[in-house]
């Protein structure tokens, strides 16, 4: 699997909406868990979905999807962090990322003589700080295909949803997880985007327990299309959604149910069979008894949350009450709901999307690819900053009806038709002068593009596109994910110097001394990285640079590690570079 490719499913994931009723948040709390924890861990890492998952395209020929992934969320977790609680939550990442204590089993630090040295001790040191503690829950699952009946093994179950950064090393991990940690945390803030429907919700999952004495009445009281939650009131989210209803068992709860046969499992499951299909509904038996054997570790749960909303630092132990035979329960479940009823689901939203766009469109020839021919470079100046409330297409819109089409087809992998819906939607945009949709369609047009003709010559200028014109109109959080997208492109493709020109793009017009050493960083290692020629001096200088930036930033320890590695570096000192090292000695 490509890494790159990883990173992209794991940044984008089809969402599905949570509500549950309060004995099913209560069974959940006993856990130390949010009810959504049940199920978004799996959705995030669960190994029998990393597997080809397999569907259809428009013209019925079969295909492979990997690395599927679903994001399960709450009300709560689509909320959007205030602009100052960003960026103390940006900066707490960072710090917490940089562990600076190394294990005692890790030799003394080698001599730094030598660009090779240099970059085996980044790397070496990188992945003995970040080593996980041993779990028998965290081993790698296997990847197979998946199929409704799979059994998925809680041995399994905890294998990391994440692909090796393409910036790694030898040892798969990266040197700077803080650059990645950042990105994502700021990703995560961004779900929910008016302008892309990536993260609006495609499916309910209406969750009750056998604990109400009428859970089925429980769950059709907790959604109603015609009075949404107020996330759908500004018309760009589609509230009709189609819903699967989830009942969880207690064993622990046998006895009870016994005294009234209306909540016991086998009546619970015989009234689900005779109102709804089999695809649309699940009774789930989970234990709560305490003997739950090994827990997971915490950041097994934590893998599926977004890292907006992380455990806080002093919770209790999440999950502890939920055994092996749980964990293969919900796992179970999670798979069974992925094949048989999203990603069917989702096949059926763009059958459904394409018919009416190209009714909508009568003339236009879909077997053929077509791509815009408009650009902002060739077809105008670029807009400035826009003044007022952002533009915002109503659901119902062709310009929202394009889009939702597009990015359906893109998180089912069907690359091709993504490509070019998106393309047909960068006029719609324009026109309409939608920068900050335009901006989107293309940085998803360059993604797209990418995974089904590698050797497509325009991805980098789409990508690239997407960044200046949501940096021109004031959407800098945007314009980051797609620069992130966009670096880790080049980095990919071991093409070093271009992707250190791409991190530097946003640099002399951020006032953000965190983003900016981040960057710089980067730019340090891009140079470290190149080869036959590593340019080393250059590695020192904009490490320097960085050092400096986190040290205004506030994050000591970061300026404090660039500092104690460069000082290591006998050459700087050999090769005359005495400005440098006094400075740093400073």
Known sequence: MNPYHSLVTNTFQPTVLVLSTLDAQALASASSLALADLFAPFGACLPSLTGPVTTGNLNGQTYDMHNFRIAFRPLEWMQTLPTEALADLLAARVDSNHKPDLPDDVPPPPELSTPDSVASYLNYYASARQRPPPSPYMTAGTSGSATAGSAPLSSAAGSSGAGASSGAGATGVSPTPWYDAYHQTLADALRGSEHESFDHPVALLLVSTTRNPTPIEALAGLYSSSVPPTMFENGAMDPNLTAFRLILHEEEWEAPCSGNPETTPATVHARMASLYSQSNFALVRVSTGGDAGPALPP?????????????????????ALLGPADIDALAQFVTNFAVNFLVPLM?????????????????????????????????????????????????????????????????LQDYPLAASVYSLALDEYRKESAWRYYAGAQEALGLATLFY????KDVNSSIGSAVVIYHKTGYYANAKRALYLHYKLWRERRAFIPAAHCVMQMTASQNNPLFVALSLEQVAH??????????????????????????????????LRLYTTLL??????????????DTLRY
């Open 299 to 319: 950041r097994f749960w934590a893998s599926g949350r977004p890292s907006t909303f992380a455990f806080p630092a002093d919770a209790p132990a999440p999950g």
């Open 568 to 581: 290591r570096i006998e050459s700087a000192a050999a090769a005359g570079w005495l400005r440098s090292h």
């Open 453 to 456: 003709d590698a050797s497509h």
């Open 526 to 559: 891009c140079f470290l990285a190149v080869f036959p020629t590593t340019k080393l001096r250059k590695f020192v200088m904009y490490a320097m640079m960085a050092a400096n930036r986190f040290a205004d930033a506030g994050q000591a320890s970061h300026a």
């Open 347 to 411: 096949r059926r939203k763009v059958h459904a999307l394409h018919e009416r766009v190209a009714v909508s469109r009568k003339g236009f020839k879909w077997s053929k690819w077509f791509k815009s021919s408009k650009s902002p470079e060739k077809d105008g100046p670029l807009p400035n900053a826009a003044a007022g409330p952002p533009f915002i297409f109503h659901y119902k819109s062709p310009g929202a009806q394009l889009r939702v089409l597009a990015d359906l087809a893109f998180l």
